[in-house]
């Protein structure tokens, strides 16, 4: 058992090693003059009465010549369209739209049928992003070869180590985004900050065949658009200069639920790979937590122990580490720390969770599974 969690270290130090060589060096996109599309930005909102502020702001300071903005109302049942209406009525790019159906994927589809721009940028009404955001993203299309065009999202960090540990949490799925668009099988993509043509949008036939899922607004599309245009297809860009932040869970309780939420979409997936992928994720958290077993066999077990998790917490830095300083963040070693011991049963307690597909959304409770007909 010694020997097995010292070759198993290694090997987790090896594995982070080879897939943060891939995170790029030179993170800030070239812009190209005069590159003045019409886009429409779609952002879907219920229930967001408390950041309408913040959203006007960040609409405000978008200054790109041809921009439409299409603000879809799922059904809220607070004030929020109310609040927006009077907000935005004075800007003429603005429009507030209601949904034609339930749930995210048909507020964007409600959008996406009545945008007038050839590119799609989405985001969510929590978020807040560059001023040269637009311009950044939609960059990649001058290659008629991109029809999807990713970008890194994080969590503000406020104070508290739950922050903190979004924080590092979000850099592990950036750090495994960018890995797998690299090697062109990407898995996963936010729908916080994402591009694409509507025309690669009519031509998968959008959300069909998972518009059921409360969740994977994102993914799907993405698996879609790669699957019908080839590798060359689909691209993520990490860089600061598109990076959008988006509001931190304030409870345990809410971050587990929604990282269940996403997690529930598993069974969804026709691809061995993602599978794969989620079961390989579960399985390490496993031998992690039973490396514990160690400090039970004497002295060479618990030196033993210790040492694995070093390797472990420095792996981790190395990685994670360099995700988020490209990113302007500096995570202390005691966050890093802290966060590579509870991360484990935090994997666990969601996947679990995600196996019931229990989690609530918006004040829209789903018990069974991820089907948005079971919602009540």
Request: glycine share 6%.
């Amino acid at each position: 058992m010694l020997s097995f969690y010292l070759i198993w270290s290694l090997s987790y130090v090896i594995l982070l090693w080879w897939i943060s060589r891939f995170w790029p060096k030179k993170i800030d996109s070239d812009l190209i003059d005069q590159f003045y599309p019409q886009v429409t930005l779609i952002v879907p909102f219920r229930n967001e009465a408390d950041n309408v502020p913040d959203l006007c702001f960040n609409l405000n300071k978008l200054d790109f010549p041809n921009l439409e903005i299409l603000l879809v109302d799922d059904h809220s049942e607070d004030a929020s369209f109310e609040l927006l209406e009077k907000a935005v009525g004075k800007y003429g790019n603005v429009t507030i739209v209601k949904s034609e159906g339930l749930g995210k994927k048909a507020a964007i589809e409600t959008a996406v049928s009545i945008a007038s721009g050839e590119f799609i940028v989405c985001t969510d009404a929590d978020c807040d992003f560059p001023d040269l955001w637009i311009e950044k993203m939609i960059s990649p299309f001058q290659n008629p070869k991109v029809q999807l065009v990713a970008g890194a999202v994080l969590v503000e960090e406020r104070r508290g180590f739950l922050d903190k540990f979004q924080s590092l949490d979000w850099a592990s799925i950036l750090l495994m985004t960018n890995y797998s668009f690299a090697r062109q099988v990407p898995l996963m993509c936010s729908g916080a900050n994402l591009a694409y043509r509507k025309e690669a949008f009519k031509q998968v036939n959008g959300f069909e065949g998972n518009r059921e899922f409360a969740s994977g607004d994102d993914e799907f599309l993405l698996k879609k658009i790669h699957h019908a245009y080839g590798k060359e297809a689909c691209i993520y860009l990490a860089s600061s200069e598109i990076l959008v932040l988006t509001r931190p869970e304030s409870s345990w309780e809410a971050l587990v639920n929604q990282r269940v939420r996403w997690a529930s979409k598993w069974k969804a997936h026709d691809s061995i790979l993602h599978l794969l992928s989620a079961v390989g994720a579960f399985l390490i958290q496993l031998i992690w937590l039973g490396s514990s077993s160690l400090i039970f066999l004497g002295r060479k077990g618990i030196l033993t122990f210790g040492l694995v998790w070093l390797m472990k917490i420095a792996a981790e830095k190395m990685s994670l580490g360099k995700v988020l300083k490209s990113l302007a963040r500096e995570p202390s070693m005691l966050a890093f720390v802290r966060t590579s011991f509870v991360h484990p049963f935090y994997v666990l307690r969601t996947g679990f969770g995600a196996l019931g597909g229990k989690f609530t959304w918006k004040g829209r409770r789903n018990w069974r599974s991820v089907n948005l007909e079971s919602e009540i």
